[in-house]
């Protein structure tokens, strides 16, 4: 699966913002999307991830407010909704996919995945949050 983000940009506190995620490749129901961010001088962390198998979805605890992923019918793009933009948002944001064995609820999945990350990731999207 080949991905690549898009939609970042300098925005003001308070305001929203759709990244997305273009997916191309094999896609199958056993492939999970997730986004991550990385700020300034900080590790990469996990906020989101949704299955393809039933479009269910799991943020992790410090983005469940804010944070929304979801995806279009065709299944080739994934969004990452950012409600109310704070100066700390600023990152940059990607996309990575994986893919789980049906036995793994969206839950176990995604936990596991936006832990681990991925083995690759591609370009980013610079989002820049001013206050």
């Known amino acids: 699966v080949q991905l690549v983000e898009s939609g970042g940009g300098l925005v003001e506190a308070g305001e929203s913002l759709r990244l997305s995620c273009a997916a191309s490749g094999f896609i199958s129901d056993d492939t999970a999307i997730g986004w991550f961010r990385q700020a300034p001088g900080k590790a990469r962390e996990g906020i989101s991830c949704i299955n393809f198998r039933d479009g269910g979805t799991y943020n992790t605890d410090s983005y469940k407010d804010r944070f929304t992923i979801t995806r279009d019918n065709a299944r080739t793009t994934v969004y990452l909704t950012i409600d109310d933009l704070k100066y700390d948002d600023t990152a940059v944001y990607y996309c990575?996919?994986?893919?789980?064995?049906?036995?793994?609820?969206?839950?176990?999945?995604?936990?596991?995945?936006?832990?681990?990350?991925?083995?690759?990731w591609g370009q980013g999207t610079q989002v820049t949050v001013s206050s």
């Open positions: 990575a996919a994986d893919r789980f064995s049906e036995t793994f609820t969206t839950k176990q999945a995604c936990r596991f995945f936006l832990s681990r990350g991925s083995d690759s």
